[in-house]
Each structure stands twice: as C-alpha cells, then as structure tokens.
C-alpha cells in the first residue's frame, strides 16, 4: 500500500485503505457482503432490522460526541471528565483566496507575550523580595492548509499573574491580538501576513481555558440477546476541549485495539471468550485516555 512508517504506525491515506480492504475480500472464496449506508438514522427500528438474522454482529460506534447511537444501543451516557493540568486556546483563520494545500506543522516554545499595556509584568514576577521566577513559556502550534489555518496555544498549570489574567479576562481581543502576533511572526514565508483589514477572518478563544479530557466510562458492551458487541470510537468514545480534529485526534489511538478485539468476538467460544474481549477493548481505552492525560500535551504541543 502507499503510505509510511512513522513512530512504529503505518499512515496511508483513508480512500488507498478503503480499497486495499476491499481486494482482500474479493479474493476470498466465501462470500461476502460490504454495506455501506450514508445518511441513515440510527434508531431503535433500524437496529433491530440490521440484527436480524443467526450471525454475531459487530457495532463500531462513531458518531462524533454528540451523536445518540449509544443511547439506543443502551450503552451508558456516563463520561469521566479530568484535568490535563494545562491551559489552552484556539484560533482558526479561513481565507477563501488562498489554496487548499496542506502544510508542515510549525511549533515555537518558550513564548512571552507583552500585556504591559493592561498592566501585567512581561517577564518577572517576584515571589519575595529575595527570589524572582520567570513566567511559564507558552507552546504555539500552527497547522492545516492555507486556506484553513488553525493555531494552538498552550501552557502548564503554572500559577502566574498573566495566567489568572488570561484565564478570567473579559476582554476578547487582548487572545485575537496574540494569536495576531503569534501568527504574523511564525507563518511560513510564502503565505501572506494578517492585517488588521483581515483580522475579521480570524475565530478564536476568548481565553485561557482548562485543558480537560473526557472518556466514556462504558467504551464496549455486549448485547446477549441479539449476540452483539458494541465498541464506541473516536469521540463518541473521548473528547478533548481544546484542538481536536486535525492537531490532536485521540480517535486512532482507540482503533490500535479495534482488530484484536473484532477476531476475538469473532472466534469467541462462548459468553466468557466475548466477556474477555470486551474487557481487554475497554482497559485499552482506558489506557489512551490516561495516556493522553499524562503525556499527550507534551507530544502534541509541548515538544
């Protein structure tokens, strides 16, 4: 297949898998049906139509955060919310005059940004009067195309004067002018700058928010009745309050586990075999989310 290897993982584009998967089944000799429906809700009618018949079934659910499938399905709306310890915004640009095409991601460290004028120190602040710290540095990210931008922002839950000031301030154009500047002074040489004419174009945070992590506490059922499993994916399965999607996608983490746990539902001997399977799938998500919690920031933005 194309693609490459990276961080012990094989990227390849989503429409090459597509086709790859699909070879493998032509040249088996058993026959075998592929549906694939767009556009159709997922209800308590059309599940027990999709059941109906003497094979096990697996159910993969991504439906995105907000989606309804789990509750029709029975499974658990419960989420366990916890704290990154960091703090984050973002801002997205679009510019309809600008191309389509992707580019490297670009990060900066170690960022101070000069809030003199609503009268916090820029550099240090004084703990006593025998010992001055330096203020946490801020961790800039930027990436997508050039016609999408989307910038990043964070820092550890460090206790600072210009901290407290961005977390609880009302002004929202003290974030658009550091996302302004920030922008303006790590772009990429051959895209254009951000004026105040297209500052307008420019959505972002009204300010530093707590970073939190919220995974479903039920990530994987068993329907006995009906003899199917059920897996939850993507962010139906863990959301992030801060750059999901493009910069930090914990949904393939949860597929790393995906097809161990569709062969073992598969050849599962009885009840306890499914039992183990499940097991195994929701331990494995529990492991990306506390994962993610104590070192995904740190390889997302802080490195």
């Known amino acids: 297949m194309e693609g490459c290897w990276h961080n012990d993982h094989f990227f390849t584009k989503i429409g090459v898998f597509q086709e790859y998967l699909l070879s493998i089944l032509e040249q088996k000799k058993q026959k075998v049906d592929v549906k694939v429906q767009l556009g159709t809700k997922f209800t308590d009618e059309y599940l027990r139509r999709m059941l109906s018949g003497e094979w096990p079934r697996v159910i993969v659910v991504a439906d995105g955060s ?14 366990i919310v ?48 025998s010992q001055v710290s330096p203020k946490p540095g801020f961790h800039l990210k930027i990436y997508g195309t050039f016609r999408n931008r989307y910038m990043a922002l964070a820092c550890t839950s460090a206790d600072s004067k210009m901290m407290r000031f961005l977390r609880h301030t009302a002004n929202s154009l003290i974030m658009k002018n550091i996302f302004h500047q920030s922008f303006n002074a790590y772009k990429t040489d051959i895209e254009p700058r951000l004026s105040e004419l297209t500052l307008h174009r420019m959505q972002c945070s009204r300010k530093l928010s707590e970073i939190m992590l919220s995974h479903r506490r039920v990530s994987a059922a068993y329907i006995e009745g009906d003899n199917v499993a059920v897996t939850v994916e993507g962010e139906a399965a863990r959301v992030l309050n801060f750059d999901t999607g493009c910069g930090v996608n914990l949904g393939m983490r949860g597929l790393e586990a995906l097809g161990v746990f569709i062969y073992r539902t598969a050849t ?35 490195e």
């Open 66 to 79: 907000c989606g309804d499938s789990c509750s029709v399905l029975g499974i658990s709306s419960e989420y």
């Open 268 to 302: 599962a001997q009885d009840h306890n075999d499914v039992f183990e399977a499940l097991s195994a799938k929701i331990q494995h998500s529990k492991q990306v989310a506390e994962s993610f919690r104590q070192t995904g920031l740190a390889a997302a933005m802080f």
């Open 82 to 129: 916890e704290s990154c310890h960091a703090y984050g915004a973002n801002a997205t640009i679009e510019r309809l005059d600008q191309r389509q095409v992707p580019t490297p991601e670009i990060r900066a460290h170690s960022l101070y940004f000069d809030l003199s004028a609503y009268g916090i120190d820029a550099v240090k602040e004084p703990r006593n009067s």
